[in-house]
Nanobody, 114 residues
């Protein structure tokens, strides 16, 4: 089992930026695909972005060109750089493998509002 701790969320105005981090309790180097997900009240958790062990990335259409996922295997950390944020990006953001295999962390709240 791996414990995941997300951080970096906050309140930001539309057009602003945030960088999320996800620290894993042990090495995830062997995990082929890691991902960021997000969830809003009353909705299912959705996949936002994923990254393979080789660095290949996939993004949901709504964030393409604005979000960048990256991983630092030496630090057991996953990142999500979010630029040009929009109100519809407001959600709790989580990280996990893809497909998810560990218990979900507490997530980090991102609120985009003027």
């Amino acid at each position: 089992q791996v414990q995941l701790v997300e951080s970096g969320g906050g309140l930001v105005q539309p057009g602003g930026s945030l960088r999320l981090s996800c620290a894993a309790s042990r090495s995830v180097r062997s995990i082929s695909n890691m991902a960021w997900y997000r969830q809003t009240p009353g909705k299912q958790r959705e996949l936002v972005a994923s990254i393979s062990s080789g660095g290949s990335t996939v993004y949901t259409d709504s964030v393409k060109g604005r979000f960048t996922i990256s991983r630092d295997n030496a630090k057991n950390t996953l990142y999500l750089q979010m630029n040009n944020l929009k109100p519809e990006d407001t959600a709790v953001y989580y990280c996990n493998a893809l497909p998810s295999r560990w218990s979900w962390g507490q997530g980090t709240q991102v609120t985009v509002s003027s």
